[in-house]
């Protein structure tokens, strides 16, 4: 037989026997693992400095070397003597005494020999004959080395007059046109170029506006170009356009006739050089060229302190 148990009240709480509520078995969601420990939260490692060791740097001790100053050698070189005597130009002279036409004091010359004042140096034969053309130099025409697709003086030359053995002496910008001394004639570079010389060079300018006193004044004066003032000058009004003025000045910096102009708020439209020093352009058309020779010459060789 079963035993009767007594009923019990379902609205009296079940008690874990101590008095307090009994606590249920069930949970919500998934149980947890049986392997589960809660984390515990690792304490911050103390950082502790690290003490870098000290490492001396060595020390540079400058070396000082003391260096004789080069004792001359005497005398001059060779090529510089002969180009003094106003015989050829440095290079030819090389040339010359490669080529044994040179003797020292009545031995043959070598490149690099150097002159003593009791030494005798003795030309054997001649030069090469000199020529000197002016020739008209067109706009577009480069004066040398030019890129591809342009044409320079020498292929103009070369190709219209069989000329391949003269070098033109100075440059004229790509938008210029006008006098152009060429030669085989190496001493004449140097003189004719250097700026100190004062050698005159004229040309006729045309702008873009009605040249005024003031502004011819003002290029007569000086111009400052880029910090650079450029040096005396003569401006003279053109009697036959308001537009037009002949400038004669003595150096030939970089664009320098068109940066004066720029400089006082002109364009230059037209620039063609008419005359180096006595050698004019005259009746010379683009691409044409004349013998420089006679008096001309004389005159141009003797302003240059170079013998004929």
Not at 73 to 78: A, E, M, Q, S, T
Not at 223 to 249: C, H, M, Q, W
């Amino acid at each position: 037989m079963n035993p009767i148990r007594p009923k019990v009240n379902a609205n009296r709480r079940r008690t874990n026997g101590v008095g307090g509520p009994k606590r249920s078995t069930e949970r919500i969601g998934k149980s947890r693992p049986k392997s589960f420990k809660p984390s515990k939260k690792a304490a911050p490692k103390k950082r502790v400095p690290i003490r870098k060791k000290f490492v001396a740097e060595p020390v540079v001790v400058p070396v000082v070397t003391t260096v004789a100053p080069k004792t001359p050698l005497p005398g001059i070189r060779l090529n510089k003597y002969l180009a003094d005597q106003g015989l050829s130009s440095r290079r030819e002279a090389d040339t010359l005494i490669a080529a044994k036409k040179v003797t020292k004091n009545g031995k043959i010359a070598k490149v690099g020999d150097r002159v003593l004042p009791t030494d005798v140096i003795e030309l054997i034969g001649s030069t090469k004959a000199k020529r000197y053309i002016a020739y008209y130099k067109g706009r577009g025409v480069i004066t040398h080395s030019p890129a591809e697709g342009e044409v320079d003086i020498a292929t103009r030359l070369r190709q219209d007059y069989g000329i391949t053995d003269l070098a033109p002496v100075g440059r004229l910008d790509k938008d210029s046109e006008g006098l152009i001394i060429m030669s085989n004639d190496g001493r004449i570079t140097g003189p004719l170029l250097d700026p100190e010389a004062d050698h005159e060079k004229e040309y006729t300018v045309t702008v873009d506006k009605n040249v005024t006193p003031t502004f011819c004044k003002l290029m007569e004066l000086g111009v400052d170009i880029e910090g650079y003032r450029t040096k005396a000058a003569r401006a003279i009004p053109s009697a036959k356009s308001a537009k037009r003025f002949n400038l004669i000045i003595t150096e030939g910096k970089k664009h320098q006739i068109r940066r004066m102009c720029a400089a006082l708020g002109y364009q230059i439209e037209s620039l063609k050089r008419i005359r180096v020093m006595n050698i004019e352009l005259g009746a010379l058309k683009p691409n044409q060229y004349r013998k420089i020779s006679g008096d001309e010459l004389n005159t141009f060789l003797a302003d240059l302190n170079i013998r004929k």
